[in-house]
């Protein structure tokens, strides 16, 4: 089975802290992402990514940058959070022609 | 710009009985996917059933089936047989053959009334 883990479950952080939310999948997938969701608006694309140190921005790029040094690991940073990226944060990887699989999740609230 | 719309924010059904999640979606591609998710209250987001555009038939997986109307633009998702199990945010999804980025809708609480 294909295995998607993202460091953290839950996370707590204060305004202005450098956060870095951690993804490694195991199954040699090229495509990587990171979407946030929030009720009533579901999932909203981030960052992803098709091959190592290879990326686009989503839809919601702004206050996030994305690094991948190697296939199986895809880091979001908050450069500096903010009280309005409290949220869920969902990675996901997938290859070309399959679904996308899920980890489970990071709840991170900005205080 | 392709959008997936689930007018449903959130739906009830009796144990045992059917329920059919709707789900349209917009664009001009002729070659995509759809997708139905589901992610449980502990919040692992997995997939229950898929459909390539470009075949007519429905998909089926057990006890989840779909109604695929690529003309009309909307994918409903059936759960028959409803169990306490299937209690769920489920999510359309849509993806464009050759794309990577995968578009959700808003999601359907799903509750399952014992």
């Known amino acids: 089975d294909v295995k998607v883990t993202q460091s953290s479950r839950y996370l707590v952080k204060r305004t202005g802290e450098k956060v870095f939310l951690e993804c490694v999948q195991d199954m040699d997938h090229e495509n990587m992402f990171w979407y946030r969701q929030d009720p009533g608006l579901g999932l909203r694309l981030i960052y992803f990514s098709y091959d190592v140190k290879m990326k686009e921005k989503g839809d919601i790029p702004e206050g996030y940058s994305v690094s991948r040094e190697k296939k199986e690991r895809f880091s979001l940073i908050l450069e500096s959070a903010s009280t309005n990226q409290t949220s869920m944060y969902l990675c996901?990887?997938?290859?070309?022609?399959?679904?996308?699989?899920f980890g489970q999740g990071t709840r991170l609230t900005v205080v | 710009a392709q959008t997936v719309t689930q007018s449903q924010p959130e739906m009830s059904v009796q144990e045992a009985e059917t329920v059919t999640l709707s789900c349209t979606y917009d664009t001009s591609e002729s070659d995509y996917y759809l997708f139905w998710y589901k992610q449980p209250p502990s919040r692992q987001m997995i997939l229950v059933i898929r459909?390539?555009?470009?075949?007519?038939q429905n998909a089926t997986e057990n006890r989840f089936s779909v109604n695929f109307q690529k003309a009309a633009k909307s994918f409903s998702l059936k759960i028959s047989d409803s169990q306490l199990g299937d209690a769920a945010m489920y999510f359309c999804?849509?993806?464009?053959?050759?794309?990577?980025?995968?578009?959700f809708g808003t999601g359907t609480r799903l509750k399952v009334l014992a």
């Open positions: 996901a990887s997938s290859l070309e022609d399959t679904e996308a699989f």
């Open positions: 459909q390539e555009a470009y075949k007519q």
């Open positions: 999804a849509y993806r464009s053959s050759g794309t990577y980025k995968y578009i």
